[in-house]
């Protein structure tokens, strides 16, 4: 993975922080909106919109595409387009019930490796301090390298390529504010590191099952507001 400076505000002295590679990227957001109904049953995307909106090749946005339709999210079509495939609440449930597991089991391992959580820990305070004026992109970067942190830590480069295939960035649907999404995820995130750094594998565990249930409460909300 590509390693990143995330600047927060003037003075941030966090290290440098991976991030995921384009294609990973690409896919989650529109994952994303796809499980948020931001996207529309039926719905066509261009390969070549796309790219172009995000200022990048059509490369990663393909490969990206392919990912999706092999998850049944998009049905591949001639001309590079993809049609949006409807998806309803068992789908829903069905990725986050996925990510539950092995989101748990990532931070379990961790957490019996001994991860050291002072990167993610001074990163985390840092996101903090500019609440209310956090910006999304911010928000977004910062959410990305919490979870892959831990999915490192864990040590399991399969469990970590299965995680990364399910990821979808913040869940929050569109019932709830950026604000409120960004104060209760960063509580979560500041009692899954206190658990970590103290050694408490199942209550790690079971702070990310808190974590990842909001996120599946927020999407199914969205989805029942279509």
Not at 105 to 133: F, R
Request: charged share 25%.
């Amino acid at each position: 993975m590509r390693r990143l400076r995330l600047k927060l505000a003037p003075g941030s002295h966090v290290e440098s922080i991976d991030i995921m590679p384009m294609r990973v990227r690409i896919a989650a957001q529109l994952r994303n909106a796809i499980l948020a109904g931001e996207f529309k049953e039926g719905q066509s995307l261009s390969l070549t919109d796309i790219s172009t909106q995000l200022g990048i090749s059509r490369t990663p946005v393909r490969e990206a595409f392919q990912t999706l339709a092999a998850e049944g999210f998009i049905e591949l079509r001639m001309n590079k387009h993809a049609l949006v495939r409807g998806i309803g609440i068992k789908f829903i449930q069905d990725h986050y019930k996925m990510r539950l597991l092995l989101e748990g089991e990532a931070v379990y391992c961790a957490t019996l490796n001994k991860m050291d959580t002072s990167e993610i820990a001074t990163l985390t305070g840092e996101v903090k301090s500019q609440l209310p004026d956090l910006s999304s992109e911010a928000f977004v970067y910062y959410n990305q390298c919490f979870h892959v942190a831990i999915w490192e830590a864990a040590d399991n480069r399969l469990l970590e390529s299965y995680l990364m295939g399910l990821w979808n960035g913040p869940s929050k649907g569109k019932t709830v504010s950026n604000i409120d999404h960004y104060i209760h995820s960063i509580r979560e995130h500041e009692q899954i590191i206190t658990a970590i750094a103290e050694g408490r594998g199942e209550d790690a565990r079971l702070c990310m099952h808190n974590h990842v249930s909001r996120g599946l409460e927020n999407m199914l909300k969205s989805y029942q507001l279509l």
